[in-house]
């Protein structure tokens, strides 16, 4: 009996000591595949199903669905590309056209164009977050400049002339989170450079953090740059590891891809549709700099719905109607994506972002409760007159708040 005692306590000691082993490497970064066993499962979206088909009797065929966009896009002065998903628990279908065919621009026939995502790029880092939060790699409550060794210089000495604000902004950055900055609550502008875009100059955080919505692409910036140093990976290694490849997103990435997206990638175009430039992003940024296209696209608003490579409290929480927009009660901002509630209504939430960068716009609108969604990106700077007529269009049956908000 006590050598069977015996045998139990070194097999108990054994254990507990493995276990803490365990424990102790869990903020050790390390990738994970995708379909662990872990995800949600979401009924109105069964993966399993055979390819659907892009018609279906009964409905307008997907040739006169395209025509409709385009002579939508045309009344609404869109130049350049157009590209379209529709996804229906029956149907899916892929389109992308050229509104106006005197600016010699031709249309993809596989719809494989490459266009600028813009801020639909945090929707996708968001994900990346919550991957990495579900691994023990990084906490959403824990303030952001513990994990650097310090606050970054790029929050301190921002108002050389007063040494009281400068104390108030360097005590605000230390509150920040990425709870905080992922539900865009940091105070700070969306871009504090003269550019509109990411520099190194100072950032002077100008509402106090967590009190209101202050939709910042800036301090994404600044998460990114924590994520980067936790890991030791840069964001588009971390990308592709996490997100692109597992989802087979082969044709999306932070940057632009030379001899790749050289033949691919839409070129811009302005209000007065005169073409400008692909754009051709070398720095990874998690707030704008994303390409992709629709069939890369609808395998990560799939993935959302399916809740494929999140654990259940994950994938709560990046939909969790977290911060109040103010305007309109029915409009939240979640973890890196809005939330718009239907209280009362069958069709549940709509999960959904745009995109802007200048002569590049985009939306997508998820009913993840009806297994429905809708992605389009336009290389035209007028692109976002599209997204009212659009949903109208696609969405005809719906009868719950405004989608286009």
Known sequence: MRLLHLKLSIILTLSVALMAVACSEESVYTGV??????????????????TLPEDVKGEPTKAELAAQIQALANEKNLGGLLQVCWRTPK??????????????????????????????????????????????IIELDKPLYLYTDGLEERFCNVFPDDAE??????????????????THGSGIDNWVSSSGSASNEK????????T???YSGEGIHYLQRVVEHITGKDLESLAQEEVFKPLGMENTSYIFLDGKYDDIHAYGFNSEHVKKSQGKTKKPNAAYSMRTNVHDFSKFAEALIAGTGLSHKAHEILFMPYRSLGSNPASWFGHGIRITLNPGNDYGPIWHHSGSNSNFKGR???????????????????GSAIAAPLAKLLYSEYDGTDIVL
């Open 33 to 50: 595949p995708l379909g662990e066993g872990n995800e949600v499962t979401n009924p109105a979206l069964d993966t399993q199903k055979p």
């Open 212 to 214: 209101k919505y202050t």
């Open 364 to 382: 997508f609108w998820i009913l993840p409760k009806q297994g429905i969604y809708c992605i389009f990106f336009s290389s035209s700077n007028n």
């Open 203 to 210: 950032i002077p955080i100008d509402i106090e953090p967590d």
């Open 165 to 182: 604000r400068n104390a108030q902004n360097e005590e605000w950055a230390k509150r920040l989170t990425a709870r905080i900055i992922l």
């Open 91 to 136: 149907r899916k279908f892929y389109c992308e056209v050229a509104p106006r065919p005197e600016l010699d621009v031709t249309p993809n026939p596989e719809c494989k164009t490459i266009f600028q995502a813009a801020s639909i790029s945090k929707t996708c880092f968001a994900y990346l977050v919550m991957r990495l939060w579900d691994r023990g």
